[in-house]
């Protein structure tokens, strides 16, 4: 009776958590697809477009490990609010801009990287609470819901209704965005409990608690690797993404509206990946399935950069949805199982310090490398890179199969701010 109360309580707990991260996702996706419209619709350039994708994500590279180590300092439930609230008040403060078109390329640039920096906070943190609402045997499961709700929101709902108002009403899609990020924070008002993690005497100075995250992520061989394979992924995959919007509008002859139905198909191939994730990793060795969805990602790339049919394109972009998502449902549960709570924030903040911050460097070669091959050529190559990584990440997993395939041995419980690196 106890443990059935215990599991209802979890999942109570889950629906709030998924129901928050709905909201602020589908904020996301209409910023995703609204920001690089109304940055083309400034300049056509493809550098300035891919610099655009480069300079959201650089706060990763700037602030994830500080990020980090804040919230395993604080309550992380509260942080994933107060970030929300703070996202809504800068993307409402756009909409007025655009509704006054007083929008520049650089002003946009400006508004990527505050919201980035927000979103370091937001996202770590929201990913930290997984653990502290879910038992470990339903890691896997949440995981493969927190990427459903994100693709619907992002790709499903998000990616549509931001071509479509933005087609109405440029300064539309932005007002939505800030909706999404109060329903958010509100939503998270509901999900009772204390989220900050246990600690023992005075908090170290920050200066230790990054350097333990460091040192534990560099005395675990197969969290290296696995951060290298998802920075290898990210960057080779940010090639020829950060140029979609181009991709979509002169090669395939698409409007802005279109371009949404166009993310949309992605969005359904993103969604059919997180629900087949939890299910492959069962009947199937992970690491196999880790190897074939990464080969899967260069060959949805790789057709697109031979095909000019819209139908096509977006099918083979599918495909590179549904198999990142599972790449990205593996990598998460993995994460989880095997970094200890109290740590999580910090291993995450060193994870995207490594690998968010590869994706900016990955947009500005993808948007230079256009300049001489075309879109096109930038997609084939991104895509023959994806397929040698996958080589690289079988060669790689075959040295940690069984601590893949059976997600590791649980994370001893330690003091929570031991300045000892666990053996």
């Known amino acids: 009776m106890g443990s059935g109360g215990a599991r209802s309580r979890a999942d109570h707990r889950l629906r709030w958590l998924l129901g928050s991260s709905a909201l602020s996702n589908l904020g996301d996706g209409i910023g995703k697809v609204a920001f690089p419209l109304l940055g083309a619709s400034v300049t056509r350039d493809p550098v300035l477009i891919a610099g655009l994708s480069a300079t959201s994500f650089l706060p990763w590279l700037l602030f994830a490990l500080v990020s980090g180590a804040l ?10 609010l107060l970030a929300n609230a703070a996202r809504a008040v800068i993307v409402g403060g756009l909409t007025v801009l655009v509704l006054l078109d007083s929008a520049s390329i650089w002003l946009l640039y400006a508004v990527a990287l505050v919201l980035g920096s927000v979103e370091t906070i937001a996202d770590s943190a929201a990913q930290a609470l997984v653990p502290a609402v879910v038992d470990r045997d339903g890691l896997e499961s949440a995981n493969g819901k927190l990427q459903s709700v994100e693709i619907v929101g992002q ?48 908090a170290p100075r920050l200066r230790e608690q990054l350097g333990e995250g460091l040192r534990w992520v560099r005395t675990r061989p197969l969290m ?50 997180a629900a087949a994730a939890p299910r492959l990793s069962r009947v199937l060795p992970r690491r196999l399935v880790l190897v074939a969805s990464v080969a899967a ?48 924030g910090r291993v995450l903040g060193v ?28 997609f084939l190559v991104s895509g023959a890179l994806q397929l040698a990584l996958a080589a690289v990440v079988w060669w790689t997993m075959s040295r940690h199969g069984a601590e893949v395939d059976t997600l590791g041995a649980e994370p001893a419980a330690v003091p929570a701010e031991s300045s000892e690196v666990e053996s």
């Open 71 to 80: 919230i395993d300092r604080v309550d992380r439930r509260r942080a994933v």
């Open 155 to 202: 790709t499903f709902l998000g990616g549509p209704l931001g071509s479509i108002t933005f087609a109405l009403f440029a300064a539309l899609p932005f007002l939505l965005n800030t909706a999404g990020f109060v329903v958010a924070a509100i939503l998270l008002v509901a999900l009772r409990g204390h989220y900050r993690p246990t600690t023992t005497g005075p």
């Open 224 to 273: 290296v690797r696995l951060v290298l394979i998802a920075l290898g992924l990210a960057l080779t995959s940010e090639l020829a993404q950060a140029l979609l919007v181009l991709y979509a509008l002169q090669d395939l002859g698409l409007d802005e509206a279109a371009f949404g139905l166009f993310a949309l198909v992605g969005g359904v191939g993103g969604l059919l990946g």
């Open 297 to 344: 990602c260069g060959l949805g790339f790789l057709g697109m950069g031979l095909v000019r049919d819209p139908i096509t394109a977006s099918l083979l972009f599918g495909l590179f949805a549904a198999a990142v998502v599972v790449v990205n449902v593996i990598l998460g549960t993995l994460r989880h199982a095997l970094v200890p709570e109290h740590l999580f």
């Open 351 to 378: 994870w995207r310090t490594a690998v968010w911050g590869g994706i900016p460097i990955g947009a500005l070669l993808g948007g230079l490398l256009a300049r001489g091959i075309g879109t096109p050529g930038v």
